[in-house]
């Protein structure tokens, strides 16, 4: 399939949930627009220690949406994507579970970056039947390339 199949199969999933960012894309189909598109940029919006604790995508940025401990909203978080990312680039956003970067998603297309796309499941998605993650949805469970620090 390609990118553009992909972003526009994206585009139809946001719209039909009423959602105000770009699309929302599975890992697998983020997977491929990052091999694909030479503007893509994965955005890691988890906290440090989350990266620390479960593992990250190598070559993604970090733009923490909420600060540890207390997980409050970061303060910096326009200004530090100002430095990574700007308004025409195409984002693809990831968290643990597709929450945050769904809610950063929605905020930068409030900000008039147009190109937003949510990475479904997250890094690590949701709980499977022994309360793990990992296993079930997300970028961990489809197999996709990450790493520990």
């Known amino acids: 399939m ?24 599975t890992p697998e189909e983020a997977h491929t627009v990052l091999g694909d598109h030479p ?7 988890r906290s440090h220690p989350e990266l620390d604790f479960s593992g990250f995508v190598e070559g993604c940025c970090h733009v923490p949406w909420q600060l540890y401990p207390g997980m409050t909203p970061n303060p910096d978080f326009d200004a530090e994507l100002r430095e990574k990312a700007q308004p025409d ?5 990831l968290c643990r579970t597709g929450g945050r970067s769904l809610a950063a998603a929605e905020h930068l297309a409030d900000l008039g970056y147009s190109h937003c796309y949510n990475v479904l499941g997250g890094f690590e998605g949701r709980h499977d039947a022994h309360g793990q ?7 961990k469970a489809s197999g996709l390339p990450w790493k520990n620090k």
Not at 39 to 45: G, S
């Open 89 to 93: 680039d195409l984002l693809l956003l």
């Open 39 to 45: 503007k893509a940029i994965l955005v890691d919006v």
């Open 2 to 25: 390609s990118t553009e199949t992909i972003l526009q199969e994206a585009q139809k999933r946001a719209q039909a949930a009423g959602k105000r960012h770009a699309g929302d894309l």
């Open 133 to 139: 993650r990992g296993k079930v949805d997300g970028w």
